[in-house]
């Protein structure tokens, strides 16, 4: 069988130290990948003068599958987010980010485990009617929402709570106050969920959504929700587990997906080798699960998921004193 190609992308700051830890620790257990090598962000705007150069754009159409380090998008007018542009032209509706406790992080919860599927492509991130009047004296921007684009993230959910036996959805809106576009997805999701028997699902004001996650995460099980409220909350959620580092994306389209973490390229720590690489370990384990490649996933799991227990050279966002490179290590001599 010929080798499945990957597109990587290894990103800007912390990228290629986090992104190379990751393809080691697959080459290591033997996923026989083949990487197609590209460039976006801030590398690709030195080399090609371009953010996402069609080269790279061709890459991730070809091979469908891509593994992605973090990139910086350059703050000024002018430039779009890489990552909103790649999920709106890949049509990646769904973003996957799922979080767990982990032994022997900082974290405040025991026994957390949430898979936060967010809109990826509407809301008030679909780009539409952004301007700035009267000299800077009003801003607007439009939140658009589909029957459509509800309905098949909705579903999309509810698919993966069966497939992983999960027992619960609950549906975060703010459709009191936001009624045109939460009252749609709300409607819609209702409709979706009515579907669904088996799985119970639950409603709730994504204000007091917050207020739930921090005093009782526990009760979580999969959330579903639209774009920015998704993008808040999986933030909070990685919070709960010991911080951005533990945290891995997935966005996943009709016919592409791209794998990555879900923090940014965060400069402060940027050539340290002070990075902890789990989110994007965690990213490439939810890459295997989707490529089916199971038995690779459960392993590297188990290799981290014992790095971490032990405090085995651990980084010090959970409260060790080694870096990216030791760390790695680490979870290659366990594979
Ligand atoms: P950030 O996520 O890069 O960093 C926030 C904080 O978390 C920083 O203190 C950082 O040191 C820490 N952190 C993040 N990842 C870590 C890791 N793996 N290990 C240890 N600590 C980690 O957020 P920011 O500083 O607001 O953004 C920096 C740049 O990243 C911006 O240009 C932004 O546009 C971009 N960004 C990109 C993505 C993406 O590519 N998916 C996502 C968010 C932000």
């Not at 790649?86 to 509706?93: A, D, E, M």
């Amino acid at each position: 069988m010929s080798a499945q190609i990957i597109t990587v992308i290894k990103g800007d700051g912390i990228g290629p130290s986090i992104v190379d830890a990751a393809t080691a620790i697959l080459d290591k257990v033997g996923c026989n990948f083949q990487y197609e090598y590209v460039d976006a962000g801030l590398t690709a705007l030195e080399k090609t003068g371009e953010l996402l150069p069609q080269a790279t754009l061709d890459a991730i159409a070809r091979n469908k599958i891509t593994l992605k380090g973090p990139l910086t998008t350059p703050v000024g007018e002018g430039f779009t987010s890489i990552n909103v542009t790649l999920r709106k032209k890949f049509n990646l509706y769904s973003n996957v980010r799922p979080v767990i406790s982990f032994k022997g992080t900082k974290a405040r919860y025991d026994n957390i485990d949430i898979i936060t599927v967010r809109e990826n492509t509407e809301g008030m991130y679909s780009g539409a009617g952004q301007v700035v009047k009267n000299d800077g004296e009003l801003a607007e921007a439009m939140s658009i929402v589909t029957r459509e684009g509800s309905a098949r993230i909705v579903e999309f959910a509810f698919e993966l709570a069966r497939r992983e036996q999960r027992k619960k959805v609950t549906i975060v809106h703010k459709a009191n106050i936001l009624k045109s576009t939460s009252g749609l997805f709300l409607k819609t999701a209702r409709e979706v969920a009515a579907r669904y028997p088996d799985i119970q699902t639950v409603e709730m004001i994504v204000d007091n959504a917050c207020m739930q996650l921090v005093m009782n995460p526990q009760q979580f099980d999969v959330i579903v929700t639209t774009n920015l409220f998704g993008d808040i909350l999986s933030d909070l959620c990685a919070g709960l587990v010991g911080g951005l580092g533990m945290a891995p994306g997935a966005n996943i389209g009709k016919d592409c997906a791209i794998f990555e973490a879900v923090h940014g390229s965060a400069p402060d720590i940027a050539g340290k080798n002070l990075a902890n690489p789990s989110s994007v370990i965690l990213a490439s384990i939810q890459m295997l699960e989707y490529l089916g490649m199971k038995d690779k996933a459960q392993q590297i799991l188990a290799a981290v998921t014992d790095v971490i227990a032990t405090g085995d050279r651990t980084t010090r966002d959970l409260g060790g004193t080694h870096g990216t490179t030791d760390f790695t290590q680490a979870v290659l001599e366990r594979l």
